[in-house]
């Protein structure tokens, strides 16, 4: 019988964004309470599944995620650079349509290729270090499940590689919303499923929206 193993993609919760910019991988951006509320349902939603390993990305907001979800557990938050965020040449400023950087000519030049995309780190880079992180948990967990904290772009972008789905795409058509948990199952080394759930659901009406997540 093959053996069952399953990898869990976990987005962060709400962040504190008062300015709400586009945050990507700038340090201070914390969870808000809302935020810290969705990570402890995300606790909840694995706290009687088969978890034996728990990864994070190293920024703060990925890192308070895991921790609830750690404890829960009795787990150590191991740290895995490769679930980062996607690096983003707007990082800092308002990215809305009619404001912000799309306001001013000057940006527009990173704005020629949305299939790399021209503003960021190409989706492919993000998609080949994202299975290659899981990769590396779905060995050490064989037989088992883990979780993997990471961010929208790089969860949705994950998930489109392993569809052998275009990896360019709208941002407003993303299932990953915060806290959601996008889930590989694999029997042995073959992948035979992928799920998608939002433990925080009905606190998602009181989020606001966040770029750069």
């Not at 993609?9 to 709400?20: A, D, F, I, Q, S």
């Not at 037989?143 to 994950?158: D, R």
Request: aromatic letters at 8%.
């Amino acid at each position: 019988m093959s053996e069952r193993t399953v990898i869990h993609l976990l987005r962060h919760g709400e962040v504190h964004n008062p300015t709400k910019v586009l945050y990507g991988r700038l340090p201070g951006y914390l969870l808000s309470d809302l935020g810290e509320r969705m990570a402890a349902r995300a606790a909840e939603y694995f706290a009687q599944r088969d978890v034996v390993r728990v990864l994070s990305s190293p920024l703060e907001r990925a890192r308070q995620t895991a921790a609830p979800v750690a404890e829960k557990l009795g787990l150590e938050v191991t740290v895995d650079d490769r679930l980062v965020e996607s690096e983003n040449v707007f990082e800092g400023t308002a990215v809305g349509v009619g404001d912000g950087v799309l306001k001013n000519p000057r940006t527009w030049r990173y704005l020629t290729n949305p299939f790399r995309p021209s503003w960021g780190e190409p989706y492919i880079r993000v998609a080949l270090r994202m299975h290659a992180a899981a990769e590396v948990a779905r060995e050490a967990a064989r037989g088992h499940e883990v979780v993997l904290v990471s961010h929208q772009l790089p969860i949705w972008v994950a998930r489109l590689s392993a569809e052998q789905r275009h990896l360019w795409h709208d941002p407003r058509r993303r299932q990953c919303s915060l806290a959601s948990v996008t889930s590989f199952t694999y029997e042995g080394d073959r992948l035979v499923s992928i799920a998608y759930t939002e433990p925080a659901a009905d606190l998602l009406p009181q989020a606001n929206p966040v770029p750069g997540a």
